[in-house]
């Protein structure tokens, strides 16, 4: 593949850019060449996208399709993408179930169908999402009741609206205010 090096940045005939480092010319070799490899262009770009992946990784965890677009972001060769992800993958770093998990519980406040939606975008699989929202109905109950108490006083229709725009389904709600009638 036909190469130009400016300063830090490599230029690839298709108009992408790749941020070089010290330790990236030294181990490719790259002072004063022109041309490329195909295995040594696949060798540099995955070493690229791989510390770019550390680098995000360091800051917070990503579902693997998330960190997937991020990297396409960066440089668009999906082949080696994918061979970066499933490396992070196989090291523990990528665990989309429990990265589901997490999410669901820091975001107690949204119902079922709006997390299952946001983890339907986010690439997992029809049963990781029914094991980890719908395995836990009491919860939602209760995280009803508690945001129908913080809604306060505002009309019943407005704190349904609301509640629904959170993902809870209308069900699911007229359970939780009729439990909170059933305690006064």
Known sequence: ???????????????QVIFLTKEMYSKFSLNNKDNLSEQEFYSLVYYRLKLSAYNMLLKRDYFKKEL???LKEKLNFPDIIEDVIEYFSDKGYLNDFEKA???AKLHSNY???K????FQQMGLDRESIHDILYNNEENEIENIKNLWLKLGNKEYNKKVASLMRKGFTYGDIKKA?????KEE
């Open 1 to 15: 593949m036909k190469i130009s090096i400016k300063g830090n940045k490599l230029f690839l005939e298709d108009g």
């Open 68 to 70: 997937s677009n991020k």
């Open 101 to 103: 998990q997490s999410y």
């Open 111 to 113: 119902g079922k169908n």
């Open 115 to 118: 997390l299952s939606y946001f």
């Open 177 to 181: 205010i009729s439990s909170l009638d």
